[in-house]
Nanobody, 126 residues
Framework: QVQLVESGGGSVQGGGSLKLSCAAS????????ISWFRQAPGKEREAVAS????????YYADSVKGRFTITHDNAKNTLYLQMSVLKPEDTAVYYC???????????????????WGQGTQVTVSS
């Protein structure tokens, strides 16, 4: 079992920045696939960014490339999402999700994730 707890959401004006955190616990291994998703009201859930904790490669949705950065601190077992140049369309509940059974070469935005956090709200005003 993996427990995921997101934090760092809030309200910000367009063009501003926020940094989300996702603390992971309950998994004895150090290598797993983990991602950020978001869901805006009335819209489908969207994969935003992904990585495998022991690999350098990262994946981003086209809508956030160049503005968002996903990182993972192995010592703290915490995932981050640095969001910059925020736009009103970035407004959503942001979730982190993890999967411990996916191999590193299969870890990307399309991975099926078994563990989810409770989400944190991000609101960007124009």
């Amino acid at each position: 079992q993996v427990q995921l707890v997101e934090s760092g959401g809030g309200s910000v004006q367009g063009g501003g920045s926020l940094k989300l955190s996702c603390a992971a616990s309950g998994y004895t291994g150090s290598a797993y696939c983990i991602s950020w998703f978001r869901q805006a009201p009335g819209k489908e859930r969207e994969a935003v960014a992904s990585l495998y904790t022991t690999r350098p490669r990262t994946y981003y949705a086209d809508s956030v490339k160049g503005r968002f950065t996903i990182t993972h601190d192995n010592a703290k077992n915490t995932l981050y999402l640095q969001m910059s140049v925020l736009k009103p369309e970035d407004t959503a509940v942001y979730y982190c999700a993890a999967d411990t059974s996916t191999a590193w070469f299969d870890c990307d935005l399309q991975t099926h994730y078994n563990y989810w956090g409770q989400g944190t709200q991000v609101t960007v005003s124009s």
